[in-house]
């Protein structure tokens, strides 16, 4: 069974940094993509990034420069360090697996991240 848990959100103001942190249980990360996703209130949820098990990294041109994800499959925890923090990174941020040979999600239960002054 796949699990996921998310930590790390809060609210920091314009600038700041936050890091997000995704553990993962009943995965192994090489059969896997991991990836962030977020949603802002009203919005549709959209890709943040994404790393897959042999460490290839996709980024949304929103975030590219500013964000890095990472992971750490002996931990099975899956990072998004957020530097430069906008408020338009306003949204609750998903934690995502996708397993491409079976073509299944999972989700993690979601947390907030607000960016105001």
């Known amino acids: 069974q796949v699990q996921l848990v998310e930590s790390g959100g809060g609210l920091v103001q314009p600038g700041g940094s936050l890091r997000l942190s995704c553990a993962a249980s009943g995965i192994s990360f090489s059969n896997y993509v991991m990836g962030w996703f977020r949603q802002a209130p009203g919005e549709q949820r959209d890709l943040v990034a994404t790393i897959t098990g042999t460490g290839r990294i996709n980024y949304a041109d929103s975030v590219k420069g500013r964000f890095t994800i990472s992971g750490d499959d002996a931990e099975k925890t899956v990072y998004l360090q957020m530097n430069s923090l906008k408020p338009e990174d306003t949204a609750d941020y998903y934690c995502?697996?996708?397993?491409?040979?079976?073509?299944?999600?999972?989700w993690g239960q979601g947390t907030q991240v607000t960016v105001s002054s």
């Open positions: 995502n697996v996708y397993n491409p040979s079976r073509k299944i999600h999972y």
